[in-house]
């Protein structure tokens, strides 16, 4: 084993109070050239403040055209080990459980046949394996199966769905992210394995409008628990709230965003108008004992988040204000079916679902799936007057 | 770079075995490279897509994207993986000459 690199600038990111990816390279240094070489060459970056990694590879398994991404180093004379370093996704357990001895296992395949190096989780939920040669690929990928895994999805395909952890571990969840998660998991395989579309499509699911997993911000479809109902209200409980000296106007009241809550100081009495509620959750997190979520649990759907890559960022935005979410979720398969065959027929290269719905208008959105126009949809209410009927809508 | 010998010839491919300059392939390389995309023999099938694909680069210098290059030889995704194990990018591009398709993680 040649010595470990010297690293300065590296080093300096294992000071302070917080872990450090550094400490755990080092880690894996002491057995392994692969991570000796990572340090080396993260440091030459540092240096050089470009990095030495080429863009993209294409390498897979047999029967897959995701989970798997190639990466050289543009410098493999300096760094031997980097030649391929390619990054294999593994599918997650839905909301993240594991049992020790699997996770073991995991860990002995990826030792043996790769780097030894694991990032649990990527920003897409799913396990990230970093660094293996290409005559790995294969035999990663066959050990994994063999031990009951899954590769998980990267590039232009469907990729690995994820929920927040739901009503395995929250009271909030209203509804049950972890079986929905696995039901679209197992539905689209061929989706998720085999990328056929204009660009990625990212499912998240989330069990309440807290959005443990920001599906808001992350997903192209953000499945979020909601009810429909009226928030539940102990009044003795609020009473207890505010006789324990808790700000309900400043902390509750003002910062309803719909201003439907209001306070009655006089009888220590609390009022929601259910009717302008958007069921945003603050009031809910703020008093937990004294309110309650409604007793009929759905979920919002809302369509179009991602990163900046040909427009600028994207917040999703609801099109479903509410949807039944009962097993076999025949209604969300439907909708996200009809929207890929309209984005895949429409959409141009690298062009995400919400781009396109800006490209080509909501309205051809809506006529592609069939879903109502409904006032939820409206970012800005008030400040667009104009409807713009199709052609075939007017009596000429 | 490294390179690959057919028939006596060198030619250079990239780290992940696609040909460097198209206008060096021919059917021998195509079942030289077919070869390393797990297809043994390249049949009728095998041809039609690999030429269409050759084709579309030429007059595009771009690969299709899968739901045209599925529609226009008027098969689906699966029967694609049938005839190229290792999918419509890594296999039946490498094996039609094309350079490696540029895609994202």
Known sequence: MPELRKTPMLDQLLDGPFPSFVKEIKKGAEKNEACNDLLGQLELSYEEKITHWKHGGIVGVTGYGGGVIGRYSDV??????????????????????????????????????????????????????????????????????????????????????????????????????????????????????????????????????????????????????????????????????????????????????????????????????????????????????????????????????????????????????????????????DLLEKIWEWWDENGKMRERTGELIYRLGMRSFLKATGLPAVPQMVLHPRTNPFFFWDKEEVNQ | MPFIDVNGEQLEVDEDGFLQDPEKWNEDVAKYLAKTEQVEELTEEHWKMVNYLHDYFKKYQIAPMVRKLCKDNGMDLKKVYELFPTGPAKGACKIAGLPKPTGCV
């Open chain 1, 76 to 333: 493999p004379e300096q760094f031997p080990g980097l030649t391929e370093f390619h990054t294999m996704r593994v599918n997650q357990p839905a909301g993240w459980f594991y049992k020790t001895d699997r996770l073991r296992k995991l860990l002995d395949i990826w030792e043996k046949r790769g780097s030894g190096l694991t990032n649990f989780h990527g920003a897409t939920g799913d396990i990230i394996l970093l660094g293996t040669h290409t005559d790995e690929l294969q035999n990663v990928a066959d050990d994994l199966a063999h031990e009951g895994w899954d590769l998980g999805g990267s590039g232009s395909d469907l990729r690995t769905p994820s929920a927040c952890v739901g009503p395995g571990r929250c009271e909030w969840a209203c509804i049950d992210t972890l079986d929905i998660v696995d039901t679209l998991t197992r539905r689209y395989q061929n989706e998720l394995h085999r990328p056929m579309w204009p660009y990625k499509f990212k499912i998240k699911i989330s069990g309440c409008a807290n959005d443990g997993v920001a599906a808001k911000a992350r997903a192209d479809c953000s499945i979020i628990g909601t009810w429909k109902d009226n928030i539940q209200v102990n009044r003795t409980e609020v009473v207890n709230y505010v006789n324990g000296g808790f700000d309900i106007i400043g902390q509750v009241v003002d910062k309803c965003p719909t201003k439907c809550i209001s306070y009655n100081p006089v009888t220590k009495s609390l009022s929601i108008d259910d009717n302008n509620c958007v069921r945003c959750h603050n009031c809910i997190n703020k008093m937990p004992k004294a309110l309650r979520q409604g007793k009929i649990n759905g979920a919002t759907i809302l369509i179009g988040g991602h990163a900046p890559i040909l427009q600028s960022a994207f917040m999703s935005w609801v099109v479903v204000p509410f949807m039944e979410m009962k097993p076999p979720y025949t209604e969300i398969s």
